[in-house]
């Protein structure tokens, strides 16, 4: 690989832990540190999306979207506390900074502008949709570690945001 083209690949971010006494082995709490910060960002990222698409909605159905996404926000946020609180448990250091959740990408910004009800429950949809993958991503490195305090947690978070997609979806036209 030539010398400019090494250097734009993103190297994984190195996990420093604070000493505990937690019996998960050190290498199992590196792997695990490692899988839940993109999620705990990413529950942050579509918290704010959220937020934006409650203050934004427009349409015959916005009390009830305003509502949804509020209520869906929420979950979300209690999500992100969740698994930055496991990630300080296990000696790892939440990203709990613009600076540090920008630098790990995970999900797309919503399109600029959108107003309109179903634009924005398509985009919810999808960025659900697409957490959910990323907590089942998350839960097979706490599998293979044996973490099933964060797997557990994952699943909780799964079944939430599954039902929360489920509610979404109710909002798109019915397709025969």
């Given at each position: 690989?030539?010398?400019?083209?090494?250097?734009?690949?993103?190297?994984?971010?190195?996990?420093?832990?604070?000493?505990?006494?937690?019996?998960?082995?050190?290498?199992?709490?590196?792997?695990?540190?490692?899988?839940?910060?993109?999620?705990?960002?990413?529950a942050i990222?579509?918290?704010?999306?959220?937020k934006n698409?409650?203050?934004?909605?427009?349409?015959?159905?916005?009390?009830?979207?305003?509502?949804?996404?509020?209520?869906?926000?929420?979950?979300?946020?209690?999500?992100?506390?969740?698994?930055?609180?496991?990630?300080?448990?296990?000696?790892?250091?939440?990203?709990?900074?613009?600076?540090?959740?920008?630098?790990?990408?995970?999900?797309?910004?919503?399109?600029?502008?959108?107003?309109?009800?179903?634009?924005?429950v398509r985009?919810?949809?999808?960025?659900?949709?697409?957490?959910?993958?990323?907590?089942?991503?998350?839960?097979?490195?706490?599998?293979?570690?044996?973490?099933?305090?964060?797997?557990?947690?994952?699943?909780?978070?799964?079944?939430?945001?599954?039902?929360?997609?489920?509610?979404?979806?109710?909002?798109?036209?019915?397709?025969?």
């Open positions: 690989m030539p010398a400019v083209a090494k250097s734009l690949v993103k190297k994984k971010p190195t996990i420093v832990l604070q000493k505990t006494r937690n019996p998960v082995p050190e290498g199992a709490r590196i792997e695990s540190v490692r899988a839940l910060q993109p999620v705990q960002c990413a990222e579509l918290y704010l999306q959220l698409a409650h203050w934004n909605v427009r349409g015959s159905n916005f009390e009830g979207l305003h509502r949804l996404f509020e209520e869906t926000a929420g979950d979300l946020e209690q999500i992100a506390d969740a698994l930055a609180e496991r990630v300080a448990v296990l000696g790892g250091e939440p990203l709990a900074t613009v600076q540090k959740l920008a630098a790990v990408p995970n999900l797309a910004d919503a399109p600029a502008g959108m107003k309109a009800q179903d634009e924005f985009v919810i949809c999808d960025r659900l949709a697409f957490y959910i993958q990323m907590l089942a991503n998350a839960m097979d490195a706490f599998e293979r570690n044996s973490d099933y305090v964060s797997q557990d947690i994952c699943t909780k978070a799964t079944g939430v945001i599954e039902k929360k997609l489920w509610r979404t979806e109710s909002h798109l036209p019915v397709r025969s």
